[in-house]
């Protein structure tokens, strides 16, 4: 299932996605379309009967900073 859901995240847009660990999280790497990307990914996880909790989030343009 894996590796189909990974495809399906690229198929809907991903630039890449990958299996964290050993599990259970796969990210996937967009630039906009997460949420089509989210629902391909959603969709093909419930085609092999797994329940699933799909996030999409947002990264901050700025890099890492120093605070003091």
């Keep these: 299932g894996a590796i189909e859901v990974i495809g399906a995240a690229k198929e809907a847009g991903a630039i890449g996605a990958v299996l ?9 790497l ?3 379309g997460g949420e089509a990307v989210s629902e391909a990914m959603t969709a093909t996880w419930q ?16 890099g890492a900073r120093v605070l003091r």
Excluded: K, M
């Design 47 to 62: 085609e092999f009967g797994v329940g699933v909790s799909a996030h999409v989030l947002s990264t901050r343009a700025v």
């Design 20 to 28: 964290s660990g050993s599990g259970p999280t796969i990210l996937a």
């Design 30 to 32: 967009c630039d906009g």
